[in-house]
Structures are given as C-alpha cells and as structure tokens.
C-alpha cells in the first residue's frame, strides 16, 4: 500500500558538535539560526523547563498548553489572521505561484547576489529564486519584488559562505544585506 504525500524535512545542527561539510550544507535549501540564551535568569529557567519535562513530560505539556493556546492567539491576533484565513492564505499562495515568472532582470539580480556574495555552485540561485516566487505568492503579489529578494538572500545564502577555519557566524547577513543593496539599487 502506498500514499502519496508532501513534505518538508527541517533539519538541525549544533555548531558546538563542529561544522558540516560545505557540500552537506549546500543541500539546505533555507537557513535560519537559534541563538542560545543570555540572560543567566532566562538561561536557568530552561533548566528548570528542561528538568520538569524529563521528570513527567505529560505534565510538563499540560501545565503550558494553555499558555501555548494563548500565544499562538495572539501572534494570529498580531498578524490579523485567524486559523482559517492562514490557511486559505497559504492555499491562495500554492494557486498563484505557478504564475510568477522571475523577469530577466530579477534573475538578474539573483545571480549577481549570489556571485557578489561568493557563493558556489548554482544551488543557491536557483533556492534563492524558489524562495522570492514563495515570499511573493504568500503576500499575493504576482510578480517579485525588491523586498522578497532580501528574504531570500539572507535564508539562503548565509549558511553557504565560505569561511576561514574556526571563523565564527555573525557578519555574514551584513554581507549579505550589503552585497543585496548594492545589487538592488545598482
């Protein structure tokens, strides 16, 4: 018996367990980083958190499933959506996609960010322009603009940067931003 299905896969990575290989990276298609906490209080409620999960997890989700309901309201409420008008706006997305052609000229720019940033490959070009069309469809325009390219670029690119052995992550999404501006307005 089979079904078919549509899925994503959403992998993570600890930079403390060392870096993956640039050819496993490339295969990320989208890129964001969690940053560990700072605040010694904040970082010692995680403890806490982490602690009373493993002694009863049960427990642990009942005791915040209320909060959890609240916030998730809340962050619709922010948007100005609901349940439902998240989903017909994602349905109303895949629909317009299709029609989103990228002219000459954002492929363009595409392909000039991604050599500006020094990337390899043609991988991030072309992620780079799935991305833009997606962030597009999803705020029902029919064609892309500057600021979806901007979205793009720093989910797709900033994982795939070269960088000097033990070189720490922080400056690339300026470089990024840098490179794009100058594209853009150039």
């Known amino acids: 018996h089979s079904h078919p299905s549509r899925f994503i896969l959403v992998g993570t990575m600890n930079p403390e367990e060392g870096d993956l290989r640039p050819q496993l990276l490339d295969r990320f298609g989208l890129s964001v980083m969690v940053c560990g906490e700072q605040d010694p209080a904040q970082r010692m409620a995680v403890i806490k958190r982490r602690l009373a999960f493993g002694d009863n997890p049960a427990e642990f989700v009942d005791t915040y499933k209320e909060s959890e309901r609240a916030l998730h309201e809340r962050l619709l409420e922010s948007r100005k959506l609901s349940e439902r008008s998240l989903h017909e706006r ?97």
């Open 90 to 186: 994602l349905l109303q997305a895949r629909e317009v996609l299709p029609g989103i052609i990228p002219s000459d000229d954002v492929l363009l720019q595409i392909a000039s960010i991604s050599i500006g940033v020094g990337v390899d490959g043609h991988r991030p070009d072309i992620t780079m322009m799935h991305t833009a069309r997606a962030h597009a469809a999803f705020h029902g325009r029919s064609h892309i603009i500057d600021d979806d390219i901007k979205v793009a670029a720093r989910l797709t690119l900033k994982h795939r940067m070269r960088r000097l052995p033990f070189e720490e992550q922080g400056h690339d999404v300026d470089r990024i931003d840098t490179v794009v501006s100058a594209v853009l307005e150039g």
